[in-house]
């Protein structure tokens, strides 16, 4: 099946060349990084964890939304997401990719992922991380290369999963939300971070990403419609907005009740950094134009998915789950990571500005995770589209 990957369109091979381009710049500062180590970035010893890890988080929340298509299809067997989760399915394979590779440059050095398993420390959060995130990994590798070489095999009528794979189907949907519960685990679990010593951490970090990963979907869905025969079906889409909106609706909640929380009962170290996150703190203030537009975008995307007019509407839908995904990343990606440590445990005020070479890195993961999700979707739909004609 690879080989359905190595033709296209110029438009495709415009597009791979562009990535590769970004990848070659990301990997470019990655070696000046290796050489001078972490120094080359804005990470001090206050800010321990920068612009990595903070996408990272985020990304993980991404590949864990694709259990939002998984469980409807497989569980509850809705036929209408027949033709988008095998989409939902490989944009989780490049969305852990890019964690794995986001967390070897945060390394600093990559042999030190070794440790991990040379030494391993089950009382360790990081450790289980390991494992979910490589886990879930394979699982999505296996489930999905397994369905679609199926229907390589078969390409003249539609032919049902082998019985053989369905319990790794089964076993990935609590692995699913397990990676980001883990993922929450790492922050939960330190006590010198008042922001982050919170009860709800997981339950925010699941609605979220129960959010922003089929928002994701959704932009992608419509630009391969428009690009390709391929249509994901607008029932599909339309069932897909409806969990995007009941979980968006859920992470706003839990936003609010973070600041009841904070400023009912004044708890010093938990107020300060939300005020130093919409306000700014003794006059430390570099994430509040970030953390006010995220709020802004996120609540006229609500308002767009709401009305019908706009929900209907392929396009102003696409520019909605688009504002809502930015939302999601700042608010995650930027501010909930980021803005965690301020003040610091001596109550000192750090602020974190990542820098040029950091930035360059951090672009070509995501450019490498373009690449890998274009390569699988190319794959996926042109074995589909040959099942269908």
């Known amino acids: 099946m690879i080989e359905k990957a190595l033709t296209g369109s110029s438009k495709y091979w415009a597009w791979m060349a562009f990535l590769a381009v970004l990848v070659g710049i990301g990997a470019l500062s990655y070696s000046q990084q290796f050489q001078y180590g972490l120094g080359y970035t804005g990470m001090s010893r206050d800010v321990s964890w920068g612009l990595y890890i903070s ?26 997401f027949h033709r988008i989760t095998i989409l939902g399915e490989f944009l989780a394979i490049a969305a852990v990719c890019m964690c794995l590779m986001f967390i070897i440059a945060d390394l600093g050095q990559p042999m030190r992922l070794m440790n991990v398993l040379l030494h391993p420390t089950p009382h360790s959060m990081l450790f289980w991380d390991m494992i979910v995130l490589n886990g879930y990994l394979f699982l999505n590798l296996l489930v999905g290369w397994t369905l679609v070489h199926a229907e390589y095999k078969s390409p003249h009528r539609p032919v049902p999963p082998p019985k053989w794979i369905k319990p790794f189907i089964y076993l990935s949907i609590p692995w699913a939300v397990s990676i980001h519960t883990v993922t929450a685990f790492l922050y939960a679990g330190l006590p010198g971070r008042d922001f982050w010593l919170t009860a709800i951490m997981a339950p925010r970090f699941l609605a979220s990403a129960f959010a ?11 630009i391969i419609k428009r690009v390709t025969k391929f249509d994901a079906g607008q029932v599909a ?5 409806t969990i995007i909106t009941y979980a968006a609706l859920m992470n706003f909640f839990f936003i609010a009740m973070e600041f009841f929380t904070a400023f009912y009962s004044n708890i010093p170290g938990h107020k300060a950094t939300l005020e130093y996150l919409f306000w700014g703190l003794d006059g430390a203030n570099s994430l509040v134009p ?7 975008i996120g609540a006229i995307a609500m308002v767009m998915i709401l009305l019908p007019k706009t929900r209907y509407n392929e396009k102003t839908l696409g520019v909605a789950c688009g504002m ?4 999601l990343w700042i608010d995650k990606g930027l501010g909930l990571v980021l803005g965690g440590f301020v003040p610091s445990p001596t109550e000192y005020i750090t602020q974190y500005y990542p820098t040029a070479g950091e930035l360059a890195i951090t672009v070509g993961v995501w450019a490498a995770g373009f690449m890998i999700v274009t390569v699988l979707y190319k794959i996926a739909i042109s074995v589909r589209l040959n099942v269908e004609n």
Do not use: E
């Open 55 to 80: 996408q990272f988080t985020f990304m993980v929340g991404v590949a864990a939304g694709g259990v939002m298509l998984v469980l409807p299809y497989y569980i509850h067997d809705f036929k209408a």
């Open 237 to 241: 889409i339309q069932k897909l907005v």
């Open 324 to 327: 809502l995904f930015i939302s």
């Open 290 to 296: 970030w953390m006010r537009f995220s709020m802004f």
């Open 212 to 222: 922003a990963g089929p928002s994701l979907l959704v932009v992608m869905a419509l």
